[in-house]
């Protein structure tokens, strides 16, 4: 079975600094990967995917992720926050094969201040 | 840009009562889910839909619940008696296949289910 492990439940940052928000996943076959996003009453939002192609993945609003098969880690970046940034992060796995649900880890409280 | 959407926004019920949360997935996706968010904590899987029957779901979908695509359009999630633990913000989403390895599920807005 497939799990993911956010390592931070809240990270702050300051506004212009980089962001780093953690993810290790566990899956028994090739995964598929994707980092969500979810402010605050809103929805959940796609911020960028990995499905086995290139390892950096560039997703919107800045955010990258690299898949690192040896760590089994797919850690969320940004090289620098701003203030509509702060909102909960999560990091989700699902497998590659048959009609696999996605498994969400617990999620990133990412907050910004001025 | 294509869109799932649930409606309603926010429903509010008395514990016992039926419920039905509607969605309408993208339209050419083949799979559905329904997925349910408590206050502050994780988002959990409920139950995943294809060609027209149940394909996998969770120990939290039990016989109180029921899901069904009555129309080839919408996708329903019925909560037959309604328990003060069901609320919580429920979240469907739809997902076609895509190349290489699986596309992205598309969630909807979600619906706010209080029940009191």
């Known amino acids: 079975a497939q799990s993911v492990t956010q390592l931070d439940s809240h990270v702050s940052v300051s506004e212009g600094t980089p962001v780093l928000l953690r993810c290790n996943y566990s899956?028994?076959?090739?995964?598929?990967l994707f980092w969500y996003v979810q402010h605050p009453n809103k929805g959940l939002q796609l911020l960028l995917k990995y499905t086995s192609a290139a390892t950096l993945v560039k997703g919107i609003n800045g955010f990258e992720a690299e898949f690192k098969k040896s760590e089994t880690s797919f850690h969320l970046t940004k090289p620098s926050a701003h203030m509509s940034d702060a909102a909960e992060y999560f990091c989700v796995v699902s497998m590659n094969t048959g009609f696999q649900k996605l498994v969400f880890g617990t999620g990133t409280r990412l907050l910004v201040s001025p | 840009e294509p869109e799932v959407t649930q409606t309603p926004s926010h429903q509010v019920t008395q514990m016992g009562q039926e419920v039905i949360l509607r969605c309408v997935p993208i339209s050419n996706h083949l799979y559905f889910y329904w997925y349910r968010q408590i206050l502050g904590q994780k988002v959990e899987f409920l139950v995943s839909f294809y060609n027209n029957e149940i394909s996998e779901k969770s120990e939290i979908f039990d016989d109180q619940f029921s899901v069904e695509r009555p129309d080839g359009s919408n996708f329903t999630l019925k909560i037959r008696s309604t328990k003060l633990e069901d609320s919580a913000m429920y979240f469907c989403?739809?997902?076609?296949?895509?190349?290489?390895?699986?596309?992205?599920?598309?969630f909807g807005q979600g619906t706010r289910l209080t029940v009191v």
């Open positions: 989403a739809s997902r076609d296949r895509g190349s290489p390895g699986w596309a992205e599920a598309f």
């Open positions: 899956s028994s076959y090739s995964p598929s």
